[in-house]
């Protein structure tokens, strides 16, 4: 059993669910003419990074679509704001954050060189679920899903110095031999770059209405082997990362898994919104004896190694204790909780 198990106090933003992929399990992605389609305006956001702020988060977890811009309503929208790409609108946002004194980490899907290189100093963290190294049906109308093209871009989150967040989707039609393929991708690239602190093993959840809706999502016992894979694969300074909104996370620590990620007091989880983050309460109750550790979307190895710009500086160091994880957050148990 692990010394303690972390997770972060998050903030989760969805700037847009507009995306140029479809994937076959997807319940976030909107058509332009839908009336839940969206791209979130400056002061919406301010107003639930605030909200987050008081109820002591740490993490601007702001996640888009895929390159929404290949979407002509999306791109009239946007100029209508003021932006002339969605980069440009990111950086604003997360500046935003970093003022109200929030660290953001943004998972805007595929990103080229020169967009992450833009959105590094602003970001804590960044991500991008490899998925699987498996080319799947889930996949076939998601040109950003193309293994080939998320593994290049972990690589060069990795030669920028970007600590990264990545992770399988597990049960989206890939056998276990891809799931071990996907996790050793991950691992070599780690080994050559040193930049993936955490693996997100995460279970497919069907959803009503998804060309998926049909297929069962995977078992316990398959979670479990999956977990004990990632661990003994990737290497120990990686934490391996499990849902605690869709999978009861306590024997998936027996066999391996140190995070449960982020959980928030004040947004629910956009990609899941069926599944309730659980209070810190009910966390604390998951993890039985284990003792639960507040961490910053940044991980400490990151922060004494100086991965971040200057422009975080000042709130890395109101945020984090001298080993890295999060100071003793001066809020009262009542703000600081999680919602029951
Ligand atoms: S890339 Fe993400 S948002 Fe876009 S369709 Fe796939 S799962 Fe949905």
């Given at each position: 059993m692990p010394e303690f198990v972390t997770f972060s106090r998050n903030i989760f933003i969805p700037?847009?669910?507009?995306?140029r992929n479809q994937c076959?399990?997807?319940?976030f992605k909107r058509d332009?003419?839908?009336?839940?389609a969206r791209l979130m305006a400056l002061d919406e956001v301010v107003s639930i990074l605030e909200d987050g702020y008081r109820s002591?988060?740490?993490?601007?977890l702001f996640v888009l679509g895929e390159?929404?811009?290949?979407v002509t309503q999306y791109k009239t929208w946007l100029s209508d704001m003021g932006y002339s790409t969605t980069v440009e609108y990111v950086e604003q946002l997360c500046q935003t954050a970093i003022d109200i004194g929030i660290l953001p980490h943004t998972n805007a899907g595929i990103l080229t060189r020169s967009e992450l290189k833009r959105l590094k100093p602003l970001n804590a963290s960044m991500g991008l679920m490899l998925e699987s190294t498996a080319t799947l049906a889930a996949h076939?109308?998601?040109?950003?899903?193309?293994p080939d093209k998320r593994i290049r871009m972990i690589k060069i989150a990795g030669e920028l110095e970007i600590p990264f967040t990545t992770g399988i989707l597990v049960g989206?039609?890939?056998t276990a031999d891809d799931r071990e393929v996907s996790l050793r991708t991950i691992a070599d690239i780690h080994e050559q770059?040193?930049?993936?602190?955490e693996v997100i093993i995460q279970n497919f959840m069907p959803k009503p209405?998804?060309?998926?809706?049909?297929v069962s999502p995977p078992s316990k016992n398959e979670m479990m082997e999956v977990v004990s894979m990632a661990r003994q694969i990737l290497p120990d300074d990686v934490a391996v990362q499990v849902a605690p909104n869709l999978i009861d996370p306590y024997t998936l620590i027996q066999c391996g898994a140190t995070d449960l990620g982020g959980v928030s007091p004040t947004t629910?989880?956009?990609?899941?919104?069926?599944a309730e983050w659980p209070s810190l309460q009910k966390l604390k109750s998951l993890v039985g004896e284990i003792p639960l550790r507040e961490r910053l979307p940044i991980y400490p190895q990151y922060i004494q190694k100086r991965w971040y710009s200057d422009l975080l500086e000042g709130v890395i160091r109101s945020l984090a204790d001298e080993q890295g994880?999060?100071?003793?957050?001066?809020?009262?148990d009542d703000q600081s909780d999680l919602p029951v």
């Open positions: 700037v847009t669910n507009i995306c076959g399990y997807c319940t332009p003419d839908h009336p839940e002591g988060c740490t993490e601007a390159y929404a811009e290949e076939r109308q998601s040109p950003g899903k193309e989206i039609g890939e770059y040193g930049h993936i602190q209405d998804t060309e998926m809706e049909h629910i989880d956009w990609i899941n919104p069926e994880y999060r100071k003793t957050s001066g809020f009262s």
